[in-house]
């Protein structure tokens, strides 16, 4: 989760999904209430993790963070030196998975069809906006938090692509590759306040409406993941672009087919494969894993 939260078009709840942990971790943000914050607070750390799944959190949060920390630079330099090849494998990851994530609706009926295409519609404008310039004022960088954090456990929509749209992306990684300067840790902890705010209150809407409306709100979030295939296309032509503290970041692009079946074709469509494969191994080693519970 980590890894897909770190790149401007992949979703951290897909891969939740992926995995099949989704509504586990619904469910563990939801446990985290007042009376957990209070026992947590005054130090009464046993009362705390009998009320809640802290124990599933930090495990979680503590691998997402450690890919933050550690695979920020390893991502970015292979979406820059190998940008065809590696969005072909997140591109097979999420068309995989989005056979999955629709096989979870129970039976498709008309209202579910019109909430896939609603959430397909979403996405795929959504992922087409133009990026633009923003404050850097603490208030924005809180809404900030708060924005990207729901994104980020929503399949389809990416966190730091939002980031993007609300140009604060350069400027918040900006900040992460040097967390330990006083103005820099300021920024994170602002930006950490607003994304604790937005994953404690969406997280329990998203539960609310697993548990109540369970197919309409699988389908929307399989059509939020459509919809996303748009921004993770290999083959792009670029339209526009601004440059950044000496980085070029793409305003807008639109999608095409590959002009030549060279090296890098090729090792896109092994990529996109082994993505397709690396899904249905997931899926597999998930099932049993279930019947043997059972």
């Not at 065809?84 to 979870?104: D, E, H, K, M, N």
């Not at 937005?198 to 809407?205: D, M, N, P």
Request: hydrophobic share 55%; with cysteine.
């Amino acid at each position: 989760m980590g890894c897909a939260d770190i790149v401007p078009g992949v979703s951290g709840g897909t891969v939740a999904l992926i995995t099949g942990i989704y509504e586990s971790l619904l469910q563990a943000i939801k446990s985290i209430d007042r009376k957990v914050i209070v026992d947590f607070v005054c130090f009464r750390w046993a009362d705390a993790v009998s009320r809640s799944h802290l124990r599933f959190l930090l495990i979680l949060f503590t691998g997402i963070v450690m890919a933050l920390l550690t695979l920020a630079r390893v991502i970015h330099y292979l979406l820059d030196e190998f940008g065809v090849q590696t969005a072909a494998l997140f591109f097979g990851l999420i068309a995989a998975s989005i056979w999955f994530v629709a096989g979870r609706v129970r039976k498709w009926q008309w209202f579910h069809f019109l909430s896939f295409l609603a959430g397909a519609s979403f996405a795929y404008f959504l992922v087409g906006v133009i990026p633009v310039q923003t404050p850097e004022t603490w208030w924005f960088i809180f809404i900030c938090g708060v924005i990207s954090i729901c994104a980020m456990i929503l399949p389809g929509l990416s966190g730091a692509f939002l980031l993007l749209i609300m140009g604060k992306y350069a400027f918040l990684t900006g900040a992460i590759k040097n967390p330990f300067d006083v103005n820099n840790l300021l920024i994170i902890t602002i930006f950490c306040s607003g994304a604790a705010l937005g994953l404690t209150s969406f997280s329990r809407l998203l539960s609310y409406l697993l548990t109540r409306f369970h197919n309409v709100t699988m389908a929307l979030l399989t059509g939020l993941m459509a919809g996303s295939l748009r921004k993770i296309w290999p083959w792009k032509e670029m339209l526009d672009s601004t440059v950044i503290r000496g980085k070029t970041y793409i305003l807008s692009e639109k999608n095409v087919l590959p002009e030549h079946f060279d090296q890098t074709f090729w090792a896109s469509i092994v990529l996109f494969v082994f993505g397709i494969a690396l899904v249905f191994t997931l899926e597999r080693v998930g099932s049993s894993k279930s019947q043997d519970h059972l």
